[in-house]
């Protein structure tokens, strides 16, 4: 089946730095997205990995490591702004739609 | 002006109501979604298109049907409301290439009584 798994919730101090993990099974590989999402709104792209590696992107890097299935978002220099949802998402090119995460919700504390 | 918009953007209705969900893009994308958002369970795709001609169902296709009019609109209906799919539904379009991501519409949230 297809699954993809990231924290509920996680909890860090403004200026500080923060790793939300991705883990994914999917019929399909066709690169993997983050999003953040603010209450209530849509959500809005932050990154794109197909390849094995980091990129980074300002303040935000993401790293894959698809043999693992594994992707992270690290966000340094956390701003009270960047409380939002993160959602992990698998392109599946098989139909070239995506699978979605539940969602981590990031709070950024003073 | 916005790139992918929704109507309307608030919607209570009754169960046995029928609701239709409309989207409009200005961004010259082919491919369209449709998604639900329920809190704990992240965004699921409902219905997508690729193309004007062409309407694939999504993991959660039952109980909703969707009508792709032209390359810019793409409309959801619900044809007997129930309150389970209250909800936050959002459409979305991307680009055919790969690395092309989503972008989503404000989102309609809809309550169903």
């Known amino acids: 089946g297809q699954n993809i798994d990231q924290p509920t919730e996680m909890t860090a101090t403004e200026g500080a730095i923060v790793q939300i993990n991705c883990t994914y099974q999917t019929s399909g590989f066709n690169g993997l997205f983050w999003y953040q999402q603010h209450a209530g709104e849509a959500p809005t792209f932050l990154s794109y990995n197909v390849l094995d590696g980091l990129e980074e992107k300002g303040r935000f890097s993401s790293f894959l490591s698809r043999s693992k299935g594994y992707s992270y978002l690290l966000l340094k220099e956390l701003q009270m702004k960047d409380s939002a949802s993160y959602l992990c998402?698998?392109?599946?090119?098989?139909?070239?739609?995506?699978?979605f995460g539940a969602g981590t919700q990031v709070v950024v504390t003073p | 002006d916005a790139d992918v918009t929704q109507t309307p953007r608030n919607r209570i209705t009754k169960t046995g109501k029928r609701i239709m969900l409309e989207c409009s893009q200005t961004k010259g994308h082919d491919r369209m979604y449709w998604y639900r958002q329920d809190p704990g369970l992240g965004l699921r795709l409902i219905y997508y298109s690729f193309d004007v001609k062409d309407i694939n169902k999504g993991e959660i296709s039952d109980g909703y049907s969707v009508s792709r009019q032209a390359q810019a609109k793409f409309s959801l209906s619900l044809e007997s409301a129930i309150p389970n799919q209250t909800a936050l539904y959002f459409c979305?379009?991307?680009?055919?290439?790969?690395?092309?991501?989503?972008?989503f519409g404000p989102g309609t949230r809809l309550t169903v009584l």
């Open positions: 998402a698998v392109k599946d090119d098989s139909w070239g739609k995506f699978q």
């Open positions: 979305a379009t991307s680009a055919s290439a790969s690395n092309n991501e989503q972008f």
